[in-house]
């Protein structure tokens, strides 16, 4: 696992903002959910936000799903990287993982996909958004989560 807080400044020039991120990678194995959730946890209370608040508990559903979705459908991935990053106004969850297949939300009819919707719809309430994208090394895909956060969030 590796953690970072750094200070940056603002494009714009204002002071500098704290930067904080946890990343850390998990074996694609059902026990990782749970592992994935537990680790989550500690991060978001170490970044300051309050463990009662909607938000908290929406990250750490968003986290479960996209980790659920990784053990069930990255059969040629052995693990998953997991990345909690909070900066300014905004919390990023990722799960990037080694599998090339794309991901879709799934058709009003269907079962699978349903999580990825879910967890859209968490975002959207947050006035944030979900983006797919190909993994930083090439190989696989990273699901990205944007929250805004709530005004007076650390």
């Avoid at 494009?11 to 500098?16: D, F, K, L, T, W």
């Avoid at 559903?61 to 909070?86: G, K, W």
Wanted: aromatic share 4%; hydrophobic share 40%.
């Amino acid at each position: 696992m590796s953690e970072a807080s750094v200070m940056a400044r603002h494009p714009s020039g204002r002071p500098a903002v704290e930067v904080l991120k946890h990343v850390w990678t998990v074996p694609l194995v059902p026990g990782s959910v749970r592992a994935a959730r537990e680790r989550s946890e500690r991060s978001l209370v170490s970044f300051g936000l309050e463990s009662s608040s909607a938000l908290f508990g929406a990250v750490l559903l968003v986290v479960s799903e996209l980790v659920t979705n990784a053990v069930r459908h990255a059969q040629d991935s052995p693990d998953a990287e997991v990345t909690l990053h909070m900066a300014e106004h905004l919390l990023v969850v990722s799960v990037e993982d080694l599998d090339p297949r794309p991901i879709t939300p799934a058709d009003a009819g269907r079962t699978s996909g349903r999580g990825l919707r879910t967890v859209a719809d968490l975002a959207r309430t947050f006035g944030g958004d979900v983006r797919i994208e190909p993994s930083s090394g090439g190989h696989g895909k990273t699901v990205l989560v944007r929250f805004v956060l709530p005004e007076g969030t650390p």
